[in-house]
């Protein structure tokens, strides 16, 4: 395999390997599996986006892709049997702008909330959950106004505030600020910790959510899932026996390899396409 991987360990999924196998073992049992998840009846590749397709950037609309792994994206979603997803935090109209990804390839947009799988697709809030999402936006940009270096994302489904131009002391009041102004006004939301980001939203959809519901749309035998944040737990804890989960970076997870960042991962998905093309399917 030419993937770089810093070994962290192989184990199965659900485990936290960190640290429990030797570097040339890890790599050893991470090409194994890769091998054999790309015979695989069916494959679902699920890919998050910032910090494991696209490296981060300051400005969220900045990201792209890394060439190599849309290069993999474009070789996999071509070969027969084989489904590719993109299952990301971002709002749906964000992930089509940043990805440029062709319509054969699946998106699922804020957290699972939103799904571009057969044709168009549209949030639909209740009037509750319009009455909810008021609330957070009022609490979420006047808690945001006094900081420039503090911005407020909007989502169909909610809002996310943006910290990682701010220094610590700021994040902290801001993020303080808004968990106790969210807590007494709109204790009906729900909360996602990501990378330099707090969000709010009126659905409690995951990523392991989305990973089931695409596991079953596309009738897949087999899942390949790679994620970097914390959200993207949620989809590793949803992979069962036989599928693979790749973390892109540092922190726990429950994915069963790791590799540093956003190049690796286009290396092993690199990887993946070329076996998938030249091995038979199970
Ligand atoms: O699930 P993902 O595809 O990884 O999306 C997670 C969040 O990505 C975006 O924010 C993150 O990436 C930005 C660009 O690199 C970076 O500036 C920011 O600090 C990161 O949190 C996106 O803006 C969010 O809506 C997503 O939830």
């Known amino acids: 395999m030419s993937a770089d991987t810093t070994p962290t360990g192989a184990a199965p999924a659900g485990a936290t390997p960190a640290g429990a196998t030797p570097a040339g073992a890890a790599e050893t049992a991470m090409a194994d599996a890769l091998g054999r998840i790309a015979t695989a009846g069916h494959l679902l590749v699920a890919l998050d986006f910032d910090g494991t397709l696209a490296p981060e950037v300051d400005a969220p609309r900045a990201a792209r892709a890394l060439p190599e792994a849309q290069d993999a994206i474009l070789r996999l979603v071509a070969l027969p049997d084989t489904s590719v997803a993109l299952v990301s935090g971002r709002a749906l ?3 089509i702008e940043v990805a440029e990804a062709p319509n054969t ?6 957290h699972g909330v939103e799904y571009r799988v057969d044709g168009e697709a549209e949030v639909s809030l209740s009037p509750e959950e319009q009455k909810l999402r008021g609330a957070l936006e009022t609490i979420l940009t006047e808690t945001a ?3 420039d270096d503090v911005h407020v994302e909007e989502k169909p489904a909610g809002f996310a505030l943006h910290t990682r131009l701010a220094d ?7 993020l303080a600020e808004a968990r106790r102004r969210v807590a007494a006004e709109a204790p009906a939301a729900t909360e996602r910790v990501g990378k330099n980001v707090l969000e709010f939203a009126v659905r409690s959809a995951s990523k392991g959510d989305a990973i089931a519901r695409l596991r079953e749309i596309t009738g897949a035998s087999a899942v390949f899932f790679a994620g970097d944040d914390v959200t993207d737990e949620d989809g590793f804890r949803a992979l069962a026996a036989g599928d693979f989960g790749l973390k892109s970076g540092h922190g726990d997870t429950a994915a069963a390899y790791r590799v540093a960042g ?3 991962v286009a290396h092993v998905l690199d990887d993946l396409a070329e076996l998938r093309a030249h091995l038979g399917r199970s």
């Open 93 to 95: 109209d964000s992930l």
């Open 105 to 110: 390839v699946l998106l699922v947009g804020s």
């Open 145 to 147: 106004a006094p900081y």
């Open 168 to 174: 610590e002391s700021v994040t902290d009041l801001v």
């Open 262 to 264: 956003p190049p690796e």
